[in-house]
Every structure is written in structure tokens, then in C-alpha cells.
């Protein structure tokens, strides 16, 4: 799934990525936990994906009626051009 982030939102588990419409109105999130923060970001801060091109690669989820990929690794979420 590719968009454009246009909030990262924290919480008390994790951080979301949310796409094209802020919450509550975002159509898609990705999820990462604090837990799989160091796999994921290599200390790159995730403010750094506001406002970029992302996709995200991994298993469609939804979550209280919203679309979502969890993120666990690296190799899934990437900026493109």
C-alpha cells in the first residue's frame, strides 16, 4: 500500500502512520509497537516520513473498522519517489 503520511499519531503501544487523511478520517495506517521500533526505523525518527511518499508491505489488517498493516521489520516500509 503507498500514500502520502500526513500525521504520525503516538500512543501508548506504538506509533501510527496514517495516509492521504488524518485520524479519524485516515482510509489507511501503518502500525508500529515501540517493540519493533529498533527492527524497523534503524534510529531514524518517524516524524521523518511526514508529509513523504511511503509504501508499506505486509498483511491487510483492519482494526475497529479501520485498514492497517503492522509493521514489524525494516524491509517493510520504504519512501518512494
Known amino acids: 500500500v503507498c500514500g502520502t ?6 500512543f501508548g503501544k506504538g506509533t501510527y502512520l496514517n495516509f492521504n487523511k488524518a485520524f479519524p478520517n485516515t482510509l489507511f495506517s501503518a502500525v508500529i509497537w515501540h517493540a519493533n521500533s529498533e527492527q524497523v526505523l534503524s534510529n531514524k525518527p518517524l516524524t521523518e516520513y ?4 511511503v509504501c508499506v508491505a505486509g498483511q491487510v489488517t483492519t482494526y475497529r473498522g479501520r485498514t492497517q498493516i503492522v509493521v514489524r521489520k525494516k524491509g517493510q ?3 518512494y519517489e
Open 77 to 79: 516500509l520504504r519512501v
Open 5 to 10: 503520511v500526513v500525521q504520525v499519531n503516538d
Open 50 to 53: 511526514l508529509n513523504q511518499d
